[in-house]
């Protein structure tokens, strides 16, 4: 089992940052790729942002591409996601994620792993 707890969420102007940590415990957090997904009210579940468990890559859907970062130290077991620039549509409940085996990086049914989530507003 792999428990995940994230925390940085709240309310921003919008063009503000904020940044989201996800902590994990339980099993080796180095053997896991981990995700950053979002919902808003009413919508499905969205890939956000993905790292690889080794860090040599990561990913990000097209709508926060320049604006978000995603990082991990696996010394701290800890996954990050920078957020600059948000925009009101960036509003949602954002939850960590994370995956053993490698594949669809952005399909949330892939992820054996989840936060309970931390509510992101941006106003405009």
């Known amino acids: 089992q792999v428990q995940l707890v994230e925390s940085g969420g709240g309310l921003v102007q919008a063009g503000g940052s904020l940044r989201l940590s996800c902590a994990a415990s339980?099993?080796?957090?180095?053997?896991?790729?981990m995700g950053w997904f979002r919902q808003a009210p009413g919508k499905d579940r969205e890939f956000v942002a993905g790292i690889t468990r080794t860090v040599d890559s990561t990913y990000y859907t097209a709508s926060v591409k320049g604006r978000f970062t995603i990082s991990r130290d696996n010394a701290k077991n800890t996954v990050y996601l920078q957020m600059n620039s948000l925009k009101p549509e960036d509003t949602a409940v954002y939850y960590c994620?994370?995956?053993?085996?490698?594949?669809?990086?952005?399909?949330?049914?892939?992820?054996?792993?989840w936060g309970q989530g931390t509510q992101v507003t941006v106003s405009s």
């Open positions: 994620a994370a995956r053993y085996y490698s594949g669809s990086y952005d399909r949330p049914g892939e992820y054996d792993y």
């Open positions: 339980g099993r080796t957090f180095s053997n896991y790729n």
